[in-house]
């Protein structure tokens, strides 16, 4: 009978929705992909229930297949808005509160059409009719029927909006995805407006023998054309992929954009709105955008700041990168570098360069802890650092004006322009006194040798520093010889 032929025409329409939800499933990752699994799923259900539907012989199985039909069509329009949402990343009209909203629709109309003998509401009647030599459902509409088309409609006219937004929007390939994807969920929408007014087959749903060129066709685009990557990488796609904080400003210096690193590195553009003035943004109000490439602070943060010009200076972009590790380890290199590891007095290659280029006359030490090598002989190396870390100490607090260095071993060295060789004298000396009233220091005695220095000639002055410092050990030790 013709109802058979029917039947599996709708199966065979079926099957192939079906392995389009599995594709769906397996390509979940891509964006709408989920949607589209659970869009050919409910599509799968209604297509199976009425195949069956037209295959059955009795009034009371019919309506049982038709429910069943209803656990898929009912959910058409929230599946399609979440589609929408996801495939073409539109949050302003498919909102998570639109989605709610079509889905307790959805689900009023599966629980009317479900308790339908109770209150008529969806269809007003059931009875059994003749199409082409065999018995078929015909149903009288309800209002709520009226109500599930008009919600259907006005999401497939709104996804239907975008979609040809999108594909004036494009070029190349995308623009061919967009059109196809377009045409293939136009065939039922067109058949179903026919199916409305009553053009067709009497009591015949003709819209879901539509499926199984609609299948088709979605089939052969996914296969071929590979449609669910729909849509190219949009600018703020691009900037929310860079790690970097990136602001876009126009020509006025007014914010334009900013990525999603900007935002968590500056949460005070959250709270700004576009187009206001760069420097009023906190606490961009002394960033200097003139300068290409300079260091900002912020928070605690240091960031390596670029400034570049757009296309006949119509925007700018900033660009700034966190370097606060980079700065933090680059300070510990640098330290080490110029510091004694021992004591973090200078070291002598850092002080010799800092001497060379003092710009004022001065004087200059070369200093001795007396009997040094007797601490390491008779209590061991480690007493011996000991006393020269204290010692630094000594000399840091009593010099904290001038550079000091651990010069060499035991000794060390301390330059201080624009002072008398009295003055320095005077000083060294009461160095002396303090250690001796110091607890750690009082076993310690020091020599010092001074010498007068001219900018710029620094090395016949340590050569008789070096020479005062020999004539007070030799008068003795713990003396200061100038």
């Known amino acids: 009978m013709l109802n058979t032929e029917f039947a599996a025409v709708l199966l065979f329409s079926a099957a192939i929705l079906l392995n389009l939800t599995y594709y769906g499933y397996r390509r979940k990752h891509l964006p709408g992909a989920k949607p589209f699994c659970l869009l050919m799923l409910a599509m799968s259900i209604q297509t199976i229930g009425y195949a069956f539907e037209i295959l059955s012989v009795n009034l009371d199985t019919m309506v049982l297949w038709l429910r069943i039909e209803y656990i898929g069509a009912s959910f058409y329009p929230v599946l399609i808005m979440y589609f929408i949402r996801e495939y073409l990343d539109e949050r302003r009209i498919a909102n998570r509160y639109m989605i709610m909203f079509l889905l307790a629709q959805n689900i009023l109309t599966l629980v009317l059409v479900w308790t339908n003998p109770l209150h008529h509401l969806y269809h007003a009647s059931y009875s059994m009719g003749q199409t082409w030599g065999f018995e078929v459902l015909a149903l009288s509409r309800g209002i709520w029927y009226y109500v599930h088309v008009f919600v259907f409609y006005m999401v497939i006219i709104f996804g239907a909006y975008r979609l040809h937004q999108t594909y004036t929007s494009a070029t190349g390939v995308y623009r061919k995805k967009t059109m196809f994807i377009f045409c293939s969920v136009l065939i039922p929408i067109v058949v179903f407006l026919a199916y409305l007014f009553g053009l067709g087959p009497d009591h015949i749903d003709t819209t879901i023998f539509s499926y199984v060129v609609m299948g088709a066709l979605i089939a052969y685009g996914l296969y071929e054309h590979d449609f669910l990557n729909l849509l190219p990488l949009t600018q703020q796609d691009v900037l929310d992929a860079i790690d970097e904080s990136v602001i876009v400003l126009d020509a006025n210096d007014n914010l334009l954009d900013y990525n999603a690193a900007a ?13 206001n003035l760069f420097r009023e943004i906190a606490p961009f109000g002394r960033f200097n955008l003139e300068q290409s490439e300079s260091q900002f602070h912020h928070e605690g943060l240091v960031f390596g700041a670029k400034v570049r010009n757009g296309m006949k200076n119509r925007f700018r972009i900033v660009v700034l990168q966190d370097i606060t590790k980079r700065e933090t380890a680059y300070r510990e290199l640098k330290k080490f570098a110029d510091r004694d590891a021992l004591t973090s007095l200078y070291n002598r290659r850092y002080f010799l360069n800092l001497f060379e280029k003092s710009l004022n006359d001065g004087v200059v030490a070369i200093l001795d802890i007396d009997y040094f090598k007797r601490i390491n002989d008779s209590y061991g190396h480690l007493a011996g650092d000991k006393t020269l870390v204290a010692f630094s100490k000594s000399l840091k607090s009593c010099f904290k004006d001038y550079p000091v260095c651990r010069y060499g071993g035991e ?72």
């Open 411 to 482: 000794e060390f060295a301390i330059f201080a322009e624009g002072l008398t060789v009295a003055e320095f004298q005077r000083m060294l000396e009461d160095c002396q006194m303090k250690q001796a009233g110091d607890a750690d220091l009082n076993a310690i005695t020091f020599s010092a040798g001074i010498s007068t220095y001219k900018a710029g000639y620094i090395e016949v002055a340590i050569i008789n520093a070096d020479e005062k410092l020999y004539e007070a050990k030799k008068a003795g030790r713990n003396l200061v010889v100038a």
């Open 263 to 275: 935002g968590r590195n500056f949460n005070k553009l959250e709270k700004s709105k576009l187009g």
